[in-house]
Structure formats: structure tokens, C-alpha cells
């Protein structure tokens, strides 16, 4: 059963302030190597303000602190919160508009897509939808070693080989 997480005006105003941060780092290098994603998103910052939309409402189901470092010239480390029940070191993953039929992608393809896997211990994959940004689903959950074990496929052309994992394929993320 997915967890419903409503978050309040002050938690989207932070997320953004947290995605423009992070964006702008792409002055270093770009909008970074899954540039196709950041485009389907509308934008690198757009990109970085739907991650952190599931990542603030994980944090917040899960009442664990927001990783509010930002890394002036490289993304995140592969680690997005740090949550006992889950594991360890978790990476949210966050998909918009595909509600119906969300699935848990996890880059793989790419030498910095490994380094990043190998920092976490499981992934959480969330879904919302753009017209209401402040309503995350968390989907639910899975270990590294069951995610790379998963089928690849690359979903777009230009865009990363990902592993895929279907909400059937997840774990329930225990009620609160």
C-alpha cells in the first residue's frame, strides 16, 4: 500500500530554494550526464525540485533529517537520507505524472551511476504529479541487492541504462 505524504507550503518553499542550489552547479559542467532526464522534466532545476519533492516527504514520513547539503561543483554522493528501518543509506528516486504505473528506476550505465548504487543501501521510489507537487506517494522500497538484480532497459533515447523495478516488484514501506 502506498504512503500518502502531504507537505506544507514552508516544505515546498525549502525544496525550492534546495533545487535552485543544486542547480546551479551545472555552470561547472552542464546539467550533468542524464541531461535527456533533466529535459523531460522541463529543466536540470526542475529536475532537482521533483527529487527533492520525494525526498523532503520521505524524510518527513520517515522523521529523519533532509540532506541539505549542496555540492557546488558535483551531485549528491548516492545517499539521500539515512533510515534505520529501511537499512541504512537510502536514495529516493522520484518519478512525475506516471502515478498510474510508477516504477523504480535506478541508473546503472554509466561509471558515476555505479559509484552512486554502491553508496546505498536501498532505493524508495516515490510518484506525483505535477499539478500537485505537494502530495508525494511513496511507492515503496527495495534493497541494493534485489535493485541489481533487476531487468535493464534504457526508457529513453539519450537516456540512461536504468534498473527497473515495478511497484509489484517493491517492498511495502511500513505504516506509520
Keep these: 500500500m502506498r504512503q500518502i505524504v502531504k507537505l506544507t507550503d514552508q516544505e515546498i518553499d525549502k525544496v525550492k530554494e534546495l533545487a535552485r542550489g543544486r542547480d546551479a552547479k551545472k555552470k ?8 535527456a532526464c533533466s529535459s523531460k522534466a522541463g529543466s536540470s532545476e526542475a529536475s532537482h525540485y521533483y527529487g527533492l519533492l520525494g525526498e523532503m516527504a520521505v524524510a518527513k514520513y520517515f522523521d ?36 498510474d504505473d510508477p516504477f523504480l528506476r535506478v541508473p546503472m550505465g554509466h561509471p558515476r551511476d555505479v559509484e552512486k548504487l554502491n553508496a546505498a543501501d536501498a532505493f524508495v521510489c516515490c510518484c506525483l504529479e505535477r499539478k500537485t507537487p505537494n502530495i508525494v506517494q511513496i511507492v515503496g522500497w527495495q534493497t541494493k541487492d534485489k535493485v541489481c538484480q533487476a ?14 523495478l515495478r511497484e509489484s516488484e517493491l517492498e511495502q514501506v511500513p505504516a506509520k
Excluded at 561547472?28 to 541531461?35: E, I, N, P, S, V
Excluded at 557546488?72 to 502515478?99: A, F, N, P
Excluded at 531487468?151 to 527497473?164: A, D, E, S
Design 28 to 35: 561547472y559542467f552542464g546539467a550533468g550526464r542524464h541531461w
Design 64 to 99: 529523519v533529517a533532509l540532506d541539505e547539503r549542496i555540492f557546488e561543483k558535483h551531485g549528491d554522493e548516492g545517499m539521500d537520507l539515512q533510515i534505520t528501518e529501511l537499512g541504512g543509506k537510502v536514495d529516493v528516486k522520484t518519478t512525475i505524472d506516471y502515478v
Design 151 to 164: 531487468k535493464t532497459k534504457q526508457l529513453m533515447r539519450n537516456g540512461p541504462i536504468n534498473f527497473i
